[in-house]
């Protein structure tokens, strides 16, 4: 039976900051996002500080060993509490700006000189909050406040990932990229291996692209394909809603970020998680296989986006053999949006 070739999106989807910003309260404010590991919490007042979408972000451990996530966010002049990166702060968070001080679970402990002032009652200025759960070692962070739960998304996951120790792993470097695409241009590249064949010769080279395979396990999807000469390939490849892809090797992790800085720009990051006792010739030798890939992914997703910013494509149509998962991708998208 024939299959169906399902159309594009459009190709102005991919470009303006109204619709960024739509994807921004839709997307990117109700999902799961992989934001540290907690390997980078040794003690309390260690903290990660990232932006995602716009949306600066901060993890904190507590005095009584809590992981708790704030909007990096002073509610007093909406000034910084940390820059982005990692840091250790001593019992409280403050404000870079004026000087408000926080408690390590978010109350407000001291505005900086303020006295009394009649209709201000500090707790009612406590940091906002997000959602903050972990998975097997991953700290994830959720801004809608009447998100399900982290299990429910990373479900799927544990099914495969059960003979693996991940948990066992710390955080051990990132590599960043920034990319001249809109963030869909690079996941949906991610999401299929139609490509590989005319864009990645040594990957090509190394597996059967002839019987890539995409299993799609809402909100998750897994990739295989065979060694050339028929051998599977050791690891786990896999990609979690809505920009979070997860490459298990034999002897690592590597979490890729693909977060949106603007309408027209991505930030990859790599995260890299190996053994405490891993040699450095083995964790050099993974990251730079990444490498390789990823300088041809950033070169032909940043040549799509022009042609997609140009205004002469519009729509196209999908490979029911190959970009199933694609298809997946942009109808949740067209959901969450409301289109």
């Not at 004026?98 to 505005?111: F, I, Q, T």
């Not at 603007?262 to 730079?288: N, Q």
């Not at 053999?321 to 289109?339: C, L, M, N, P, Y």
């Amino acid at each position: 039976m024939r299959q169906s070739a399902p159309e594009t999106l459009e190709a102005t989807l991919y470009r303006g900051a109204s619709r960024y910003e739509a994807e921004r309260r839709h997307v990117f404010a109700r999902a799961w996002l992989l934001a540290a590991h907690e390997s980078q919490f040794t003690a309390p007042g260690s903290y990660v500080a990232v932006s995602v979408a716009g949306y600066p972000l901060i993890v904190v451990r507590g005095e009584d060993g809590v992981l708790r996530g704030f909007h990096n966010v002073c509610r007093h002049r909406a000034g910084p509490l940390a820059d982005d990166g990692e840091g250790k702060c001593a019992g409280a968070l403050v404000c870079r700006y004026h000087g408000w001080k926080y408690a390590l679970d978010g109350r407000l402990a001291n505005a900086r000189d303020f006295g009394p002032a009649e209709g201000f009652d500090p707790r009612e200025y406590a940091l906002y909050p997000v959602r903050c759960e972990s998975w097997r070692g991953f700290v994830f962070v959720n801004m809608d406040r009447d998100a399900p739960p982290l299990s429910g998304a990373t479900g799927v996951l544990d099914e495969r990932l059960r003979d693996w120790p991940i948990e066992t792993y710390q955080f051990t470097r990132r590599s960043t990229h920034e990319i001249r695409c809109n963030w869909k241009t690079y996941v949906e590249n991610y999401l299929e291996g139609y490509h590989v064949p005319n864009v990645h010769p040594a990957l090509d080279a190394a597996i059967d692209a002839a019987h890539y395979k995409v299993e799609i396990q809402a909100p998750a999807m897994f990739y295989s394909a065979p060694a050339r000469g028929g051998s599977p390939v050791s690891g786990v490849w896999g990609w979690l809603w809505p920009c979070l892809g997860i490459n298990v090797y034999t002897n690592g992790v590597m979490m890729e970020r693909m977060w949106p800085i603007d309408h027209a720009h991505t930030r990859l990051d790599y995260l890299y998680f190996f053994p405490k006792d891993l040699p450095e010739s083995e964790i050099a030798r993974a990251m730079a296989a990444s490498e390789v890939t990823t300088v041809e992914d950033v070169a032909i997703t940043e040549a799509v986006q022009r042609n997609l910013d140009a205004g002469i494509y519009g729509k196209g149509r999908l490979s029911p053999k190959h970009e199933t998962g694609i298809a997946w991708f942009q109808s949740e998208i067209q959901r969450a949006v409301g289109d």
